[in-house]
């Protein structure tokens, strides 16, 4: 019986050793799982500040680049491919847009807004509606200024369509318009469509203007771009006449103060990216951030 007892107790010590042993080995499993995600998580961290910093060296260097005179017709790179830095291979995309080749939605005459093809009619009716005030009924009248060009959007009539473009080859209303500023367009960057919506400008005098800017190779965003330096040096390279320069002289410039540079930069062998946008004023030899955003 005494012998009995004993082995019972000895099995249960060795059940109970076992349970320990399992215990602690799904403990031990456990807890170095959980070292590995946070291994990778550290990692992936470090690398998307590393991407972020990156991102912001780029948008840096074409501020910079712009300052200097380099101009941006669409979308000009600044630094674009795969980039080699301490043995690490990354992918840099920047491009800048300069926003004073569109209309400004605050300060553009009314029908410089109703010519523009892609809005004409219900939708340039409605935009100047909103801008002149939810008031206006009443008697008000009170001058509305969008702050941000999304704004647009609570325009009823304008739909995701109209906004981004209905065709893939159409400009949406995000590239037609801006809300920075004088309310002069730049020649040197503007749209065909917009340099159309000039009183007194036909689709002929606009095709020759971008003709001219696409330089020798017909392309626009190329190297052998051609930007005017003064609004003299644009009517010495076109041969427009007086009732075409007039209206020209009026509501144009060459050259933009702001521009929206964005920039996505993203690690070689990691899902690690960062991408800003950010809309800049040149001035002189320097620049001011005017807006920032990140994703």
């Not at 200024?145 to 209303?173: A, C, H, Q, S």
């Not at 702001?258 to 993203?266: G, L, N």
């Amino acid at each position: 019986m005494a012998l009995r007892d004993e082995t019972d107790i000895g099995g249960s010590i060795l059940i109970f050793t076992l349970w320990i042993l399992v215990c602690l080995t799904l403990i031990s499993l456990g807890f170095g799982h959980r070292v590995r995600l946070e291994t990778k998580a550290t990692g992936y961290t470090v690398a998307n500040t590393q991407a972020f910093y990156k991102a912001e060296s780029a948008l840096y260097e074409k501020a910079i680049e712009l300052i200097g005179g380099g101009g941006a017709d669409g979308a000009e790179a600044a630094q674009n491919g795969e980039v080699e830095d301490d043995g690490e291979e990354w992918d840099v995309r920047c491009e800048a847009v300069a926003e004073e080749g569109r209309l400004n939605v605050n300060l553009a005459p009314e029908d410089m807004i109703r010519n523009l093809e892609p809005i004409r009619g219900g939708i340039a009716r409605a935009i100047l509606r909103k801008r002149l005030g939810d008031d206006l009924k009443a008697g008000g009248g009170d001058d509305v200024t969008f702050r941000l060009l999304e704004e647009l959007l609570i325009v009823e009539e304008i739909d995701p369509e109209k906004w981004y473009g209905e065709k893939e080859d159409e400009p949406g209303m995000r590239d037609l318009f801006t809300v920075y500023g004088d309310g002069k367009i730049d020649l040197n960057s503007a749209l065909p469509e917009v340099i159309e919506a000039i009183p007194g400008i036909d689709r002929r005098v606009a095709a020759d203007i971008v003709a001219f800017r696409a330089g020798p190779d017909g392309t626009l965003g190329t190297n052998d771009d051609y930007r005017w330096k003064s609004l003299q040096k644009f009517k010495e390279s076109l041969e427009l006449s007086e009732d075409k320069l007039a209206p020209i002289t009026k509501y144009c410039k060459v050259g933009s103060e702001f521009y929206t540079v964005t920039v996505a930069a993203s690690k070689g062998g990691s899902r690690a990216t960062a991408r800003i946008a950010a809309v800049i004023r040149i001035g002189g030899d320097d620049f001011r951030v005017v807006s920032w955003r990140e994703t």
